[in-house]
T-cell receptor
Framework: AQSVSQHNHHVILSEAASLELGCNYS??????LFWYVQYPGQHLQLLLK??????LVKGIKGFEAEFIKSKFSFNLRKPSVQWSDTAEYFC???????????FGAGTILRVKS | GAGVSQSPRYKVAKRGQDVALRCDPI?????LFWYQQALGQGPEFLTY????????KSGLPSDRFFAERPEGSVSTLKIQRTQQEDSAVYLC???????????????FGSGTRLTVV
């Protein structure tokens, strides 16, 4: 069975600091990888996704993620966070032609202004 | 509508009560999913519909949980004889395409927060 591990449950950063959120998955086959964000009081929104091709994926709002197959990792990065990035971030995976997302437990990011 | 709509937003149920949670997906979306998100956890898959067919119900935690989508649009998740461990946010998501198509995307609703007292 697939599983997703997110390394930190809470992260606190000051504005303009760099962000890296860790995500590792457990699955032996080809996977599709996602990062979702949930702003306070809002629904889950897709930040970025990886299906194939260039392992460095760029998403909305300046976020990017790198798929490292040998490490089973898909870490999320942003060079300079803003107060508005305060949210909960979820890493998720599906099998290549799978029909269900498997989510990590989430990382709550708080950006201090 | 423009997004996935779920109702009610909040539901408080007494232990043993039956509840019904509604999901209105985006018009025309073929695929519909239900997820359960317990406090401090990520969403966990419950069930998947392709149009009116329930193709995967492997995530339903017990036979007290039942989902339907009779006309391939609106879906209802029913929980019978609610227990305290059923307290969670129940999320619905829909997608325009079937899930074996690459490059698909999901749209999530805002969820229904169920509290069983």
């Amino acid at each position: 069975a697939q599983s997703v591990s997110q390394h930190n449950h809470h992260v606190i950063l000051s504005e303009a600091a760099s962000l890296e959120l860790g995500c590792n998955y457990s699955y032996g086959g080809t996977v599709n990888l996602f990062w979702y964000v949930q702003y306070p009081g809002q629904h889950l929104q897709l930040l970025l996704k990886y299906f194939s091709g260039d392992p460095l994926v760029k998403g909305i709002k300046g976020f990017e993620a790198e798929f490292i197959k040998s490490k089973f990792s898909f870490n999320l990065r942003k060079p300079s966070v803003q107060w508005s990035d305060t949210a909960e971030y979820f890493c998720a995976v599906t099998a290549e032609y799978g029909n269900k997302l498997v989510f990590g437990a989430g990382t709550i990011l708080r950006v201090k202004s | 509508g423009a997004g996935v709509s779920q109702s009610p937003r909040y539901k408080v149920a007494k232990r043993g009560q039956d509840v019904a949670l509604r999901c209105d997906p985006i018009s025309g979306h073929v695929s519909l999913f239900w997820y359960q998100q317990a406090l401090g956890q990520g969403p966990e898959f419950l069930t998947y519909f392709q149009n009116e067919a329930q193709l995967d119900k492997s995530g339903l935690p017990s036979d007290r949980f039942f989902a339907e989508r009779p006309e391939g649009s609106v879906s209802t998740l029913k929980i019978q004889r609610t227990q305290q461990e059923d307290s969670a946010v129940y999320l619905c998501a829909s997608s325009l395409v079937i899930m074996t198509t690459p490059n698909y995307g999901y749209t999530f609703g805002s969820g229904t927060r169920l509290t069983v007292v």
